[in-house]
């Protein structure tokens, strides 16, 4: 009797120790936190047009914003925005300091191996901008000249990942915004700029006759909004709003509004 309880007096303390050592599978609260404080904090790159930027109040607007306020007012919460610098913002999310990244995020194997994305709802490709007056037609021609980018962003990866140009190329500049890299660019001080197309092209129809983009790109990539992995519940939700506002044509007024054209992925 005496081994059979001390045996019993084991077993227990080790259900005990496991426990509090985590070993147990953790409850997923993140749509019911979200809705119980009526808040989504979405963190963004606040000089990203026309994805998200500051127009002449100050006030946070572009097509992601847009897009998170719609899917915010179908789940009935306040959507927030925080501005973090760009190359730091995954570890804002894992951080707990925003509850989702919506802003022009690229889905790629190295953020998929730290957070987890919605389904895709935007196609990109990344283009090759340099001065309007500038003879580079190629990307071959970009051989010993500077090229910018924004730190941390897909721009970077794809550049890295198009190897005979990246080490053809005499600098690769990078800014802490697309906007700086184009400024250098127009100034001289770059040769051409590597940015996302819905970026680009949006900052070149502005500019009339100051850039010209190449027939050359680096790549089609997938857009998605960046999530905690473990948050599968507002995983799900994100993905059910999502489809909703593309069933009803909601996305393509947003869509048209900001591109004069739909580019929801289907």
Not at 172 to 194: C, F, H, M, P
């Amino acid at each position: 009797m005496k081994i059979k309880f001390k045996l019993l007096t084991m077993a227990i303390l080790s259900t005990v120790i496991l426990t509090a050592c985590g070993n147990t599978p953790t409850t997923d609260n993140s749509l019911t936190d979200i809705k119980a404080k009526k808040e989504l904090v979405v963190g963004l790159d606040d000089n990203f047009p026309p994805m998200g930027f500051r127009d002449k109040s100050g006030q946070i607007v572009g097509f992601d914003i847009d897009m998170a306020k719609e899917v915010g007012k179908r789940m009935g919460v306040k959507v927030t925005f925080k501005p973090v610098e760009w190359d730091g913002i995954i570890l804002s999310l894992n951080n707990k300091d925003i509850d989702l990244i919506w802003n022009g995020l690229t889905i790629t194997d190295k953020r998929k191996e730290q957070i987890a994305f919605s389904k895709v709802y935007v196609q990109n490709k990344q283009i090759i901008i340099v001065n309007n007056k500038s003879t580079i037609s190629k990307k071959n021609a970009l051989t010993d000249k500077t090229v910018g980018l924004q730190l941390g962003s897909s721009s970077e990866t794809a550049l890295a990942k198009d190897v005979a140009l990246s080490k053809s190329v005499k600098e690769i500049k990078k800014y802490s915004n697309n906007t700086e890299a184009l400024l250098d660019l127009n100034a001289g001080r770059i040769d051409a700029v590597v940015v996302d197309e819905v970026v680009g092209r949006y900052y070149v129809s502005k500019k009339t006759g100051m850039y010209k983009v190449l027939n050359e790109n680096l790549g089609v990539e997938d857009y998605g909004v960046g999530i905690r992995k473990n948050d599968t519940a507002l995983t799900t939700e994100i993905n059910k709003q999502l489809e909703a506002i593309k069933k009803d044509g909601t996305s393509n007024t947003i869509s048209k509004k900001w591109f004069g054209k739909d580019i929801i992925y289907k």
